[in-house]
């Protein structure tokens, strides 16, 4: 896609039966909201696709250029928004400062 050159991809998998839809439109959110630049610059990320999944049951991945950076299963957990945004801003922009983010 013209003017996504060099920009990753965000993908939240995301369990259909444990309506867990909401939470991952949520995460997509705070991702492109914490990756978007200003107005002046490019974003960081190119886009962010919600993948519902039938089975297996329970699952929440987050993958980022097609790398998996979380996965509640292997975790025992769902990302905290503020450890999501440090795994995510290493793979696309590690030179981000996320400011409240950061701490």
């Not at 993908?11 to 914490?34: D, F, K, P, V």
């Not at 998996?68 to 400062?97: C, G, Y």
Request: aromatic content about 8%; overall charge neutral.
């Amino acid at each position: 896609v013209p003017g996504q050159e060099g920009r990753s991809h965000v993908e939240i998998h995301y369990c259909m039966g444990c309506r867990w839809m909401l939470r991952a439109s949520w995460t997509a959110q705070e991702l492109l909201s914490t990756f978007s630049a200003k107005h002046t610059e490019e974003p960081q990320i190119a886009s962010v696709t919600l993948v519902p999944v039938a089975q297996p049951e329970g699952v929440f991945r987050v993958f980022v250029g097609g790398k998996e950076i979380w996965d509640r299963r292997s975790e025992k957990s769902f990302p905290e928004m503020r450890v999501l945004k440090q795994l995510v801003r290493d793979e696309v922009s590690p030179q981000k400062n996320l400011g409240h983010s950061e701490r």
